[in-house]
């Protein structure tokens, strides 16, 4: 749990930000992301006090993480304020909710999306294999984290994510690569956040970069996956 709880109020705001800046050892961060909407706090109160802290200096940039179109465009519109420069959303082959809403209002409002989970929690991997045992060590097979992992136990997802293989191979790219070059294609992320337990898998996904995908090869991703993407409900 967070320093004093959660919460987006003027209270949490600055509680958060300065423990995270004790955390980190510094006077200031570049971009500090208010994560999930809060329902029971104003939103007049939660963005003054994120303007409060810009002006502060304890803060370059404000951004934030899963919140509903309709939220965006009412800070985005508020005088007197700081606004915002960042979504970062869940957004992978599989899961393309933001593309409903949140990245065509955040193109029209100048921000860029910072996303998270672009290989589906390794799925998109290909490391969770249809009817095999979930491989030892994984985020799947994690007390904490297991619960989460619903999509590595359906079958079907799983044999339409081994029919990308030979897109990634007829490329040259390795799966984790495709999954990456595809969240990057959009013009509107700005950066991928990855997660790594090695060396070489870091070294992996930064070759993704650059890498463009024609309309051919994204229509065959779409046409393997088909039923398997998910464009509203929870994100997971």
């Not at 337990?197 to 992996?204: G, I, K």
């Amino acid at each position: 749990m967070p320093d004093g709880g959660g919460g987006l109020s003027r209270e949490q705001v600055f509680t958060q930000l300065d423990a995270s800046l004790r955390r980190l050892r510094t006077d200031y961060v570049d971009l500090y992301q208010c994560h999930r909407y809060d329902w029971n706090v104003p939103l007049e109160e939660t963005m003054e006090a994120l303007t409060e802290v810009v002006r502060q200096g304890k803060a370059r940039y404000i951004g934030f993480s899963e919140w509903p179109e309709e939220k965006i465009r009412e800070a985005q519109a508020m005088q007197g304020v700081e606004h915002f420069v960042s979504s970062q959303p869940q957004y992978s082959m599989l899961w393309r909710g933001p593309e409903r809403d949140v990245i065509p209002a955040s193109r029209e409002l100048g921000i860029s999306q910072i996303v998270w989970s672009p290989l589906a929690q390794g799925v998109l991997t290909g490391k969770y294999k249809p009817g095999e045992p979930l491989p030892e060590g994984t985020r799947a097979t994690s007390q904490t984290m297991g619960r989460f992992m619903d999509r590595a136990r359906d079958q079907r997802l799983l044999e339409g994510v081994q029919e990308l293989r030979p897109v990634a191979d007829e490329l040259g790219l390795s799966m984790a690569q495709l999954a990456l070059a595809w969240v990057l294609r959009e013009e509107n992320v700005a950066s991928a956040i990855i997660g790594a337990s090695r060396p070489e898998q870091v070294e992996d996904n930064a070759g993704a970069s650059g890498v463009e995908l024609d309309a051919e090869t994204l229509a065959r991703i779409d046409e393997i996956l088909g039923d398997s993407v998910a464009w509203d409900g929870p994100a997971s």
